[in-house]
């Protein structure tokens, strides 16, 4: 159970790996393509597998093996070998959920640094594995801004009502965890909470997947309505669900009750219902794609989940809580973060919200050298190419501003990120970027930019444009 399963075409690459590896008191199996190598996963689950990307005479390259890895045994840590150059392949591979990569031609100690730390994963995996399992509760909801607590009150205060809520926001920005909040607060809590997503259920599926179905030669397969009978469904991508499935819901809702697919009975369900979206539904039902019926239906009480970029002082709380998950979980280092590595997150570009800043944590994590605290030279630039290397990439409308003008834009929209991602305190906000607070002041007034503590609202915004429009 504790070997090393060594996958490489090139033999001398194999034998030389096992060899370092035997020799630090490892005990190695080899595969030389494909076919080889699945056949030793059958054998045993080895505790980390060296993959090299490119196999010669196989059927699947090392990214499809490394899929089925992670869909079958998704606890292998798998180290990639990448030949030199292919930086992207590796980082792609990563992506995938590899643990980490080596790229040829590399050196013993080079290897012996990444294959003890994912062995050490490999152990720490393994003894949580039980305990992930055991843990299926809810996810804890962090932050302390005001938008986040006004969130937070929101869902506080439909938790113990059986309203139907409708939770928008952008992609990544927490409206499942938000669902599962209401679940875990609600008296409902104890009942199942069944997430339907419905962008990736196949349209002609759909009815099956959600009522079920009766043949003779299966008999009744319940489908997720069923499932979640006494508890909570949860509707996430609302506005993908297909036409036709949402006259079908549109009755549930109304009768209480509906027919599985190829049955005649009547099966009875009560639930509560909670969907999502990151869609402006109002233009869907313009367009024709979403039910206005099912549509107020759905929308009893809205719930607006805020972007990253509206709870910028929540991120270190956020970045610091999943470190402590990602060491809990997977065992990777608990790194503190510097104050230059913190402030650059919070004036980063968040388009993919808290799941983004997630992943770059765990990316972060996995390729880091494992010591000391996190710098700003550690995060990924890619993730904000506005501040790389120090350079401001314009926008396209900036560029066509007189040089006053931009210069304007720009300090409005930096004082703007500064003042929210200090919750609207203009004495750190000064402090910060290095002004007398009272020459900020008048800083902000001539760019015609107000401030308040407004729980909720963005706590500065510009009057100007507002007058304008
Ligand atoms: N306030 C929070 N505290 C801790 N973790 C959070 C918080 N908000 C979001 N997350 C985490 O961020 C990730 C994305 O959140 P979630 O899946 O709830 O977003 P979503 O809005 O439903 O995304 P999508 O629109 O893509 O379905 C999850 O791993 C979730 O646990």
């Known amino acids: 159970m504790s070997d090393i399963l060594i996958v490489d075409d090139e033999r001398d690459i194999r034998e030389l790996v096992s060899d370092i590896l035997e020799d630090e008191g490892y005990a190695t199996r080899k595969a030389a393509n494909s076919d080889e190598c699945m056949a030793r996963l059958e054998e045993s689950e080895p505790a980390l597998m060296i993959l090299d990307i ?63 730390r994912a062995m050490e994963t490999s152990r720490l995996r393994r003894e949580n594995s039980d305990l992930k399992r055991k843990d299926t509760g809810p996810a804890e909801m962090i932050g302390t801004s005001a938008s986040f607590r006004t969130l ?121 219902v909670v969907s999502a979206t990151n869609k402006n539904l109002d233009a869907e039902i313009e367009d024709g794609r979403f039910r206005q019926e099912l549509y107020h239906r759905l929308n009893v009480v809205p719930v607006a989940v805020p972007s990253l970029a509206d709870r910028r002082e929540d991120i270190p709380l956020l970045a610091g809580h999943f470190i402590a998950q990602f060491n809990e979980a997977q065992g990777l280092p608990l790194r503190e973060l510097t104050e230059e590595a913190v402030a650059l997150m919070q004036t980063m570009l968040w388009p993919g919200n808290v799941r983004q800043l997630k992943n770059l944590v765990e990316r972060v994590l996995i390729l880091g050298d494992g010591s000391g605290p996190i710098e700003a030279k550690d995060l990924p630039r890619e993730e904000d190419k506005p501040q790389e290397e120090g ?41 910060f970027v290095g002004m007398e607070r009272s020459a900020l002041h008048r800083k902000l007034k001539s760019l015609g930019v107000v401030t308040s503590n407004k729980a909720g609202a963005r706590v500065a915004h510009v009057e100007a444009e507002e007058e304008q429009a």
């Open 152 to 272: 937070i009150s929101q869902l506080d205060k439909v938790t113990k009502s059986n309203g139907r809520v409708m939770l928008t926001g952008p992609a990544g920005s927490g409206k499942e965890i938000a669902a599962r909040y209401i679940h875990a607060n609600s008296n409902r809590a104890s009942a199942p909470f069944i997430t339907v997503n419905c962008a990736s259920i196949e349209p002609d599926r759909m009815e099956e997947v959600l009522f079920g179905r009766e043949s003779s030669e299966r008999g009744v397969e319940p489908g997720l309505l069923e499932q979640a009978h006494g508890g909570v469904v949860f509707f996430d991508e609302v506005a993908d669900m297909p036409l036709g499935t949402q006259s079908k819901i549109l009755r549930v809702l109304v009768d209480q009750q509906f027919q599985r697919v190829g049955g005649s009975d009547k099966v009875r369900v009560d639930l509560r």
């Open 54 to 116: 490119w196999l010669k005479d196989s059927q699947m390259d090392g990214i499809d093996i490394l899929k089925a890895v992670k869909r079958d045994n998704p606890e292998i840590p798998v180290v990639i070998i990448s030949g030199h150059g292919n930086i992207e392949i590796a980082v792609a591979a990563i992506k995938q959920g590899a643990y980490d990569f080596i790229e040829k031609p590399f050196n013993i100690d080079q290897l012996m640094v990444v294959i003890r």
């Open 391 to 431: 350079r401001v990439v314009l926008s396209g409308a900036l560029a066509t501003l007189p040089l006053r003008e931009a210069r304007e834009a720009f300090e409005r929209e930096y004082l703007l990120t500064q003042i929210n991602r200090f919750g609207g305190n203009i004495s750190r906000t000064a402090s």
